[in-house]
């Protein structure tokens, strides 16, 4: 059954595009990540335009945050003075982002700078995950134990200093602030909720227990990302709301299956699947850029 999508201008599968959400779903049920780096990019790659993509693919990243953030908020793993810091950031970010978008739109680039961006941050991500969990997997079978990291660092050195209880930390207020700030740069011009940044960065740069980290991550993420649909619903009009529903529901179907079965995984393992799947993608978007391009010039006619 097709259907025609209203802003993105194009027909497609309904079940295509609840079989897409619930593929993303289950995967980020299984590995516990967002989901947005891989949902923009597979829309693009099923013919819909990236900018209606990214502005799109924003509110499952946002629902599913929503949904993962009350289950945080019941063991109180979410350190909201935290989040809070990191979610004055991300809306700066995504101001700033989403006036790029626009410029980049009105210039005829946003499609190019947007496959460009998937392709690099794909491919880096992919590596260092593919990288991460072979070390990860040989460490176990070796059954050597992992370095503890270190908690103190130059970040702890910097001035505005506030408490943040619920991580134990006691640090400047300025790395969690630009933390927040680029990824919310990231959500507006990629659709992402950039947890596969915000986490590693408040693990290693700012030394938050990793008890605490997803919990504060996806409540950045839930506003961050909300915000950044709203501005493209009135900067740009690139949200298809009857995408957005199709995406939801096949997605909440998706990541309840997920949810149940990644326990029962081992994490290096399910580390380097997802690294696997991530290396795949970029390819592909890679390739559609080097060997298929729609054009190489856009001409625009001038007229009074």
């Known amino acids: ?13 309904a079940f295509l595009l609840l079989g897409l959400g619930a593929g993303v779903g289950f995967l980020s049920g299984i590995f516990g990540v967002g989901g947005g780096f891989l949902m923009t990019p597979l ?64 210039r005829g680039q946003v499609d190019l700078v947007v496959a460009l961006c998937y392709v690099a ?18 460490r176990s079978r ?36 630009f933390v927040g700030a680029l990824v919310g740069v990231l959500a507006a011009i990629m659709g992402v909720g950039g947890g596969f940044i ?13 008890t605490v980290v997803v919990g504060t991550s996806l409540f950045q993420i839930m506003f961050v990302t909300g915000a950044t649909t709203l501005l493209h619903a009135i900067a740009n009009q690139t949200v298809d709301v009857v995408l957005a529903v199709l995406l939801l529901l096949g997605g909440v179907i998706g990541a309840q299956v997920g949810a149940r079965i990644g326990p029962r995984l081992k994490a290096e393992q399910l580390r380097v699947l997802l690294a696997l799947l991530v290396l795949v993608v970029c ?3 890679a390739l559609d850029l080097i060997l298929e391009p729609d054009e190489f010039f856009t001409i625009a006619e001038m007229g009074e």
Not at 87 to 95: E, F, M, R, T
Not at 121 to 137: Q, R, Y
């Open 1 to 13: 059954m097709h259907i025609y999508l209203p802003i993105a201008e194009v027909s497609v599968s």
């Open 43 to 106: 829309l693009i790659l099923i013919g819909i335009p990236p900018s209606v993509s990214v502005a799109t693919g924003a509110t499952q990243v946002a629902a599913s945050s929503f949904s993962a953030v009350l289950a945080h908020w019941r063991r109180k793993t979410v350190d909201f003075k935290m989040g809070t810091v990191l979610l004055v950031g991300g809306i700066a970010g995504s101001v700033v982002g989403v006036q790029i978008f626009a410029i980049l739109r009105e």
């Open 121 to 138: 941050f794909l491919g880096i991500v992919g590596a260092l995950m593919f990288l991460e969990g072979l070390v990860a997997l040989r």
């Open 142 to 177: 070796r059954g050597t134990a992992r370095k503890p990291r270190r908690r103190h660092g130059w970040v702890h050195g910097l001035p505005l200093k506030m408490r943040f209880r619920q991580s134990n930390l006691y640090i400047s207020a300025i790395p969690p602030f």
């Open 198 to 210: 915000m986490v590693p960065a408040m693990i290693y740069l700012l030394g938050m227990a990793t």
């Open 283 to 285: 390819i592909k978007l």
